[in-house]
């Protein structure tokens, strides 16, 4: 039997028969791997299965997702905000670094559950370009919570923290419409996740980055840096700079090469440009880092190439996933 067409999903319920719910009746996200037009199959004889399915919000996004998403928010908001009069040295009484941290550290539990839904589960991993910039933010403030970064570039929260609220409201509100299905294997799954903490070790390099700039205009303008214990020296922000940069090649170079052993038909997937963003940018930083080495290179050299390496990773990251995604609506592994 042929109905006109719409928008529903296929939905399994006890006893092995099938439903095929309307899609804003019930609120999913889309789904092309489950979406479809057209011809209507079985209909189960009860639409009372509906009651199985997860509870969603008035804008059809899963309760499961949007609530750790607000409450992560909320709670870099409210560390930021600590962060801030912390750092002020003229706030009296001064705020403590564990009215920081306890804010922070629950952020990044729920920002963990928002992300645990949509991006793995047991049959797929579910990896669009916000999930993506929400993945390398939530590692970014793990590195300041328990890295070797804790306690030492304070002043780095005040650029990771507002960018993680950012990074996972747009994973709340956009979530990746096709995913990764088990077939890709385990080791296509690690080349994604080892992708992620490369780009999130070099979103904070590129974050120190800045703020050694500022240091240096600073000290350009024969202004003080800030008060001891509040703004690291410059050698020591610097010093963590190329230790932050020397574990993002790595990763980086491990996500180049699990890339081409375990990733298929790079053009097929439409992956070639980023292979060649990434390897232009993994250049880069071979360069920066081999100058650090052999010429001692700092200050505006190290912070140019250290930006340049990074602007060209986000192109690879995000410039080819937001046309792919967004502009054309197709996955990134070809769906």
Request: hydrophobic share 55%; net charge positive; charged share 15%.
């Amino acid at each position: 039997m042929r109905f006109p067409a719409c928008r529903t999903r296929s939905v399994a319920v006890p006893g092995g028969a099938t439903i095929l719910a309307d899609r804003h009746a019930v609120g999913w996200h889309r789904d092309p791997l489950a979406w479809h037009d057209g011809t209507v199959g079985l209909a189960a004889p009860a639409l009372g299965a509906r009651a199985s399915l997860p509870p969603t919000s008035a804008s059809g996004r899963p309760l499961s997702i949007l609530v750790p998403s607000v409450l992560a928010i909320a709670l870099y908001a409210i560390a930021s905000t600590a962060l801030g009069r912390h750092l002020d040295p003229a706030r009296e009484p001064p705020v403590r670094w564990a009215a920081v941290a306890a804010p922070t550290a629950r952020g990044a539990i729920a920002h963990a559950a928002a992300l645990a839904q949509p991006v793995v589960s047991a049959t797929a991993l579910r990896v669009g370009v916000f999930e993506a910039a929400s993945a390398m933010c939530w590692v970014a403030v793990l590195a300041l919570l328990v890295g070797p970064l804790a306690g030492t570039l304070k002043d780095l929260g005040l650029a990771v923290m507002p960018l993680a609220a950012v990074a996972v409201g747009l994973a709340a509100l956009w979530p990746a419409d096709a995913a990764l299905p088990a077939q890709g294997g385990l080791g296509t799954r690690l080349h994604v996740l080892v992708s992620i903490a490369a780009a999130a070790s070099l979103i904070l390099a590129a974050c120190q980055a800045v703020l050694l700039a500022l240091d240096e205009a600073r000290l350009a303008g024969k202004r003080a840096l800030g008060p001891p214990g509040v703004t690291p020296a410059l050698r020591v922000r610097e010093n963590l700079l190329f230790q932050t940069l020397w574990v993002g090649f790595f990763l980086l170079s491990l996500s180049l090469v699990s890339g081409v052993m375990f990733v298929d038909d790079l053009l097929g997937q439409h992956l070639a440009h980023k292979t060649v963003l990434s390897i232009a940018a993994w250049l880069v930083f071979t360069v920066l880092l081999w100058g650090r080495v052999r010429h001692g290179w700092r200050g505006r050299t190290a912070i140019r190439w250290t930006l340049g390496g990074f602007a060209l990773l986000g192109l690879a990251y995000f410039g080819s996933r937001v046309v792919l995604e967004i502009v054309l609506e197709r996955s990134w592994h070809g769906s």
